[in-house]
T-cell receptor
């Protein structure tokens, strides 16, 4: 049972345009959400996060939006750059509960930004 | 440099031959965890440790063992590997294990069990 889903396995965008990566979750106990970025032959690296008390968090070119009623979050990258090409994982945790740091990950979306 | 290291990075072995994948972090983190990544499934937690001598099962613990005798090290042990344990493994650590703590991942170990 996949509690965090990224339904788009891949996304291709042109350099300078906006990239929008989507993520849906089913567990209403999740209250903290993160995006990780992964390059080939490397481990995932933290990109940006959002608490369930917010609906938007921004960090430079990256913005995460959270729609709790729809159990949906999205990552916007503006403008997209070729160096953004990577696999993006959405993850969720029950930060206020007893899940002890466990992150539940989505399947990942491969983003390709063309020059 | 703050980092999580794993060894080996690549390993090909045969069914039933015991192996250990090491993980070490130099950030004095209390929380450490092991994940496996499989196509179409994302990363799934195998085991985690809140501190020295404190470990617990994650979502997919079958066939794995762990130990936490020192704060910096968290080895993953496969006593009798099987082909369904062929996967990409990641070790991670965070300061305290609270859900909002940033987890830092190692570079991964690609394991093939023949």
């Amino acid at each position: 049972d996949q509690q965090v889903k990224q339904n788009s396995p891949s996304l291709s965008v042109q350099e300078g345009r906006i990239s929008i990566l989507n993520c849906d979750y089913t567990n209403s106990m999740f209250d903290y959400f993160l995006w990780y970025k992964k390059y080939p032959a490397e481990g995932p690296t933290f990109l940006i996060s959002i608490s369930s008390i917010k609906d938007k968090n921004e960090d430079g070119r990256f913005t995460v939006f959270l729609n709790k009623s729809a159990k949906h979050l999205s990552l916007h990258i503006v403008p997209s750059q070729p160096g953004d090409s990577a696999v993006y994982f959405c993850a969720a945790s029950d930060a206020g509960g007893t899940s002890y740091g466990k992150l539940t990950f989505g399947q990942g979306t491969i983003l390709t930004v063309h020059p | 440099e703050a980092q999580v290291t794993q060894n080996p990075r690549y390993l090909i072995t045969v069914t039933g031959k015991k192996l250990t994948v090491t993980c070490s972090q130099n950030m004095n983190h209390e929380y450490m965890s092991w994940y496996r990544q499989d196509p179409g499934l994302g990363l799934r937690q195998i085991y985690y440790s809140m501190n020295v001598e404190v470990t617990d099962k994650g979502d997919v613990p079958e066939g794995y063992k762990v130990s936490r005798k020192e704060k910096r090290n968290f080895p993953l042990i496969l006593e009798s590997p099987s082909p369904n344990q062929t996967s990409l493994y990641f070790c991670a650590s965070s300061l305290s294990g609270q859900g909002a703590d940033t987890q830092y991942f190692g570079p991964g170990t690609r394991l093939t069990v023949l």
